[in-house]
């Protein structure tokens, strides 16, 4: 069955230190999407990329998609404490079935 | 954005008895609502997927009977854990599709079952 694989599964810097997070799926995925998740809160969507190779920013925020559609990557620029979180990236698969199949995730803690 | 609730977020049950948990998406129509379960520190699992009007598709070693699942309306969807057992002591969340994006999806707060 598909699998979405997250490295690294913990992740702790110092504040103002950068991040990052890669994802990678079993099988190609027709859009891949990156979900944020505060302790004891539900996952927030934080954005979606579609075309191969897509690069997409948000602030401190880079979002990549590999060129094969199988990977893609979080990036934070110079962490801060609301960056605390478990971060997800979900793909959907090429079948249609237009359901989520979301990675291990990778918990991210600041140290201030 | 678009905004999905939950009810309960919080129910704890006796072992055997059955509870049902409600999605709803409170300013859209989602047409397709999904169900996931998330044990402690790890990832959402993706249980079934509802469909307004006709039977949900369960992924596979997610037993129908045991997790009974019904979307009457475009804004509610159900799902009623049958015989429940510790075991079946978790997160469950719910996420719905807003038609008017294409992808994305927003989740509700989430329910934590604790069955005794």
């Not at chain 1, 620029?77 to 079948?95: E, H, I, K, N």
Request: hydrophobic share 30%; proline share 4%; aromatic share 10%.
């Amino acid at each position: 069955g598909q699998q979405v694989m997250q490295i690294p599964q913990y992740q702790h810097v110092q504040e103002g230190e950068d991040f990052t997070t890669y994802c990678n799926s079993s099988t190609t995925l027709s859009n891949i999407q990156w979900y944020k998740q505060r302790p004891g809160g539900h996952p927030v969507f934080l954005i979606q990329l579609v075309k191969s190779g897509e690069v997409k920013k948000q602030k401190r925020l880079t979002f990549q998609f590999g060129e094969a559609k199988k990977n893609s990557s979080l990036h934070i620029t110079a962490t801060q404490t609301t960056d605390v979180g478990t971060y997800f990236c979900a793909g959907d698969s090429l079948t249609g079935a237009n359901n989520l199949f979301f990675g291990t995730g990778t918990r991210l803690t600041v140290i201030p | 954005g678009a905004v999905v609730s939950q009810h309960p977020s919080r129910v704890i049950c006796k072992s055997g008895t059955s509870v049902k948990i409600e999605c709803r998406s409170l300013d859209f129509q989602a047409t397709t609502m999904f169900w996931y379960r998330q044990f402690p520190k790890k990832s959402l699992m993706l249980m079934a997927t509802s469909n307004e009007g006709s039977k949900a598709t369960y992924e596979q070693g997610v037993e129908k009977d045991k997790f009974l699942i019904n979307h009457a309306s475009l804004t509610l969807s159900t799902l009623t854990v049958t015989s429940a057992h510790p075991e079946d002591s978790s997160f469950y969340i719910c996420s719905a599709r807003d038609p008017r994006w294409a992808y994305e999806q927003y989740f509700g707060p989430g329910t934590r079952l604790t069955v005794t």
